[in-house]
C-alpha cells in the first residue's frame, strides 16, 4: 500500500431515501478511524492459568472522528439535523486509495469553529450503528 494523503479523505451522508443519494458533506483535513473488538472470555476451569478467548464472538465498534470544511450550506445543514435530532444515519467514506466505508453511523460529537480570517470548520466523531461495509479499491 503505498502512502495516501490524509486531506485527501471524503465523507458523504445519506439522504434516506430509496435508493439512498449520498450528499458530500466535505473533505476532511484530518482523520482517526478505530475498530474496536471486544472480548469474549470462555475461560474455564480446564483453561488452567491461562485466560482463553473466542474469536469472532465479540461486539466489534467503529469510530470516526475527523474535521475539515464543509462544501456548501446544505450539506452543513444536513450534519447539524442528525446531530440536534440525535439520530443515526447512513455515511460513506472515500480515502485516497479508493478504499471505501458505508455504514449507519450515531453523531457523538459535532463542532464548529472559525477565525475571523479563516474558513469555519467542522469536526465530528461519528460511531457505528449497525454493519460496517469496507470496499477496497
Same mark, same amino acid.
Given at each position: 500500500? =503505498? %502512502? !495516501?494523503?490524509? *486531506?485527501?479523505?471524503?465523507?458523504?451522508? /445519506?439522504?434516506?431515501?430509496?435508493?439512498?443519494?449520498? $450528499?458530500?458533506?466535505?473533505?476532511?483535513?484530518?482523520?482517526?478511524?478505530?475498530?474496536?473488538?471486544?472480548?469474549?472470555?470462555?475461560?474455564?476451569?480446564?483453561?488452567?492459568?491461562?485466560?482463553?478467548?473466542?474469536? =469472532? %464472538? !465479540?461486539?466489534? *465498534?467503529?469510530?470516526?472522528?475527523?474535521? /475539515?470544511?464543509?462544501?456548501?450550506?446544505?450539506?452543513? $445543514?444536513?450534519?447539524?439535523?442528525?446531530?440536534?435530532?440525535?439520530?443515526?444515519?447512513?455515511?460513506?467514506?472515500?480515502?485516497?486509495?479508493?478504499?471505501?466505508?458505508?455504514?449507519?453511523?450515531?453523531?457523538?460529537?459535532?463542532?464548529?469553529?472559525?477565525?475571523?480570517?479563516?474558513?469555519?470548520?467542522?469536526?465530528?466523531?461519528?460511531?457505528?450503528?449497525?454493519?460496517?461495509?469496507?470496499?477496497?479499491?
Amino acid at each position: 500500500m =503505498s %502512502a !495516501g494523503k490524509g *486531506s485527501l479523505v471524503l465523507i458523504k451522508i /445519506g439522504n434516506g431515501g430509496s435508493p439512498e443519494t449520498f $450528499e458530500t458533506i466535505g473533505g476532511m483535513r484530518t482523520t482517526r478511524m478505530v475498530i474496536n473488538n471486544q472480548l469474549l472470555d470462555s475461560s474455564n476451569r480446564e483453561s488452567g492459568p491461562w485466560r482463553k478467548l473466542m474469536g =469472532s %464472538a !465479540g461486539i466489534q *465498534s467503529m469510530t470516526i472522528s475527523g474535521s /475539515g470544511i464543509f462544501v456548501d450550506s446544505n450539506s452543513e $445543514e444536513a450534519v447539524r439535523l442528525c446531530a440536534f435530532a440525535a439520530s443515526i444515519s447512513n455515511y460513506k467514506l472515500y480515502f485516497a486509495n479508493g478504499d471505501a466505508l458505508t455504514g449507519a453511523f450515531y453523531i457523538t460529537s459535532y463542532q464548529r469553529s472559525g477565525e475571523h480570517d479563516d474558513s469555519e470548520t467542522y469536526a465530528l466523531v461519528l460511531s457505528s450503528a449497525g454493519p460496517i461495509e469496507f470496499t477496497a479499491a
